[in-house]
């Protein structure tokens, strides 16, 4: 599969995501993916989780479908913290997993759409943690959180970064993400409130007239499908958009000190120490 590298009107050259058949040692990652900042896909990278040959809605519905877990929704398919509230856009909605699939999972034209987004997996769901393994040139004591999202085709999440290095699993179905390097932050107009990590411009309509700098963003388009593997280093921007119903389990750790030097340091450094001293739920 090719990646999908675009670019705004303005005619700036993009610079390609790389793709890998195979898996680095602890040293590559490290040293070339990792300290750079550098995003890649890893296409097969989780063949070998037990996940990749069982996981299906109605599997973690027999398996976990009495588990609670809180549920996000919209109206719009449209997901994120709100940019003004700094909080989700619409109430969460408490359930089981397995309802969540028997009555909200599959959806149709005009119905509110659901979305399991940021389940802890060890916190909320600890019979599947042995579906799943750590990458290998991931330290387990730096892991922040793994979670779980599951949802059905049509759902976005809007343009945000995370501090924590992410690794993006898609175990079922499809994901186009759109990505700008933390270099293009003053492109993209991050939010001066509690949703500091969120951009105010609506990517896939932008208003120049507000956001005219966008113009100019370098944007990066690729497409994961089942069993890939996506590194998307801190600060790295991303808009997510579920092409199929899918499942996917994303591995947030502690980045390299030299990775917290960038353009998002200063406005993020009571979020940085934070993220860096405690961890949030059971690993």
Not at 32 to 49: L, M, Q
Not at 224 to 230: H, V, Y
Not at 255 to 272: A, K, S, V
């Amino acid at each position: 599969m090719t990646t999908i590298v675009a670019t705004q009107e303005s005619g700036t050259r993009p610079l390609a995501i790389e793709e890998r058949e195979t898996l680095p040692s602890a040293e590559e990652f490290r040293t070339r993916y990792a300290a750079r900042s550098k995003p890649v896909v890893f296409r097969g990278g989780i063949r070998d989780w037990p996940a990749f040959r069982e996981w299906t809605p109605e599997y973690l519905a027999e398996k976990v479908g009495g588990n609670e877990i809180n549920v996000q929704q919209s109206p719009t398919g449209i997901f994120g913290l709100d940019p003004e509230k700094g909080g989700p856009r619409f109430e969460e909605v408490k359930t089981t997993l397995g309802a969540y699939v028997h009555s909200m999972m599959n959806i149709t034209e005009g119905d509110i759409r659901y979305y399991v987004q940021r389940v802890n997996i060890p916190e909320k769901l600890p019979e599947l943690k042995d579906d799943f393994s750590l990458p290998s040139y991931v330290d387990a004591a730096k892991v922040y959180l793994i979670n779980l999202w599951m949802g059905p085709a049509g759902n976005v999440t809007t343009l945000h970064y995370d501090t924590p290095n992410n690794f993006l699993a898609q175990v079922r179905g499809r994901k186009r993400l759109k990505m700008f390097s933390p270099w293009q932050a003053r492109r993209l107009y991050p939010c001066r409130s509690k949703a500091y990590n969120m951009s105010r411009v609506n990517i896939d309509a932008p208003d120049l007239e507000r956001f005219p700098r966008f113009a100019d963003a370098q944007m990066y388009e690729v497409e994961i499908e089942e069993g890939d593997l996506l590194f998307i280093p801190t600060y790295w921007w991303h808009q997510v958009y579920s092409e199929t119903a899918g499942i996917s389990v994303n591995i947030w750790f502690i980045p390299m000190y030299r990775q917290l030097i960038g353009p998002q340091l200063w406005d993020n450094l009571p979020d940085i120490a934070r993220e860096l001293t405690n961890r949030a739920g059971p690993r």
